[in-house]
């Protein structure tokens, strides 16, 4: 059983377009979170939900629209892809509080 | 502002060789976790060993273990019988305790460690 999944793993797609990436844990935690890894590998929290609400949302353009349809899923919709989003983007999930976090697999998104 | 660093940025060491990696962490927090992850060319991040601040004990994780040491605010890696698959990018990371939700991982830069046969 996969505890974290994300689709799709790979996305190629050029700028402007409009696309999501979609994240399901069956770990029956309260908290789900967005990280992007860029080139350099440097890894950043960008939204993180619980129990369906915002709870961090970092600097991030306002292209970037999470939305939390229920505790076990946490979509990420890009709008108007630019270049420098190309990276690549981790959901994870914990309990509620400083315990460990549990990652997908990562979307690689290459904007052309 | 709570950081995380990673002063090595490769490294290399012998298959069954011992190999420390280094991390140091700046918070004005007491109650906080840290952790290390590996991450190998699948890019699956993987969980390799948690710390509680307020434990004084090092953790240990089979051939995994920690030198914790909180006023110094350092906390290194050690890899005993170092094998072909331990080869990854490390990164040591940082979740203070607020007691709620609001709680994110502060990821280091990262060390690539390479494991040579």
């Known amino acids: 059983d996969t505890a974290v999944s994300q689709t799709p793993k790979y996305l190629v797609t050029q700028m402007g377009n409009d696309k999501s990436i979609k994240c399901e844990q069956n770990?029956?935690?309260?908290?789900m979170y967005w990280y992007k890894q860029d080139s350099k590998k440097f890894l950043k929290i960008m939204f993180s939900?619980?129990?369906?609400?915002?709870?961090i949302n970092e600097t991030v353009p306002n292209r970037f629209s999470p939305k939390s349809p229920d505790k076990a899923h946490l979509n990420l919709h890009i709008n108007s892809l630019e270049l420098g989003d190309s990276a690549v983007y981790f959901c994870a999930s914990s309990r509620q509080g400083p315990y460990e976090q549990y990652f997908g697999p990562g979307t690689r998104l290459t904007v052309t | 502002a709570q950081t995380v660093t990673q002063s090595q940025p490769e490294m290399s060491v012998q298959e069954a060789e011992t190999v420390t990696l280094s991390c140091t962490y700046d918070t004005s927090e007491s109650d906080y976790y840290l952790f290390w992850y590996k991450q190998p060319p699948s890019r699956q991040m993987i969980l390799v060993i948690r710390?509680?601040?307020?434990?004084?004990q090092n953790a240990t994780e089979n051939r995994f273990s920690v030198n914790f040491q909180k006023a110094a605010k350092s906390f290194s890696l050690k890899i005993s019988d170092s094998q072909l698959g331990d080869a990854a990018m490390y990164f040591c990371?940082?979740?203070?305790?607020?007691?709620?939700?609001?709680?994110?991982?502060?990821f280091g830069t990262g060390t690539l460690l390479a494991v040579q046969p």
């Open positions: 710390q509680e601040a307020y434990k004084q």
């Open positions: 939900y619980n129990n369906k609400e915002l709870i």
């Open positions: 770990l029956g935690h309260d908290t």
């Open positions: 990371a940082y979740k203070p305790n607020y007691g709620g939700a609001t709680n994110k991982l502060i």
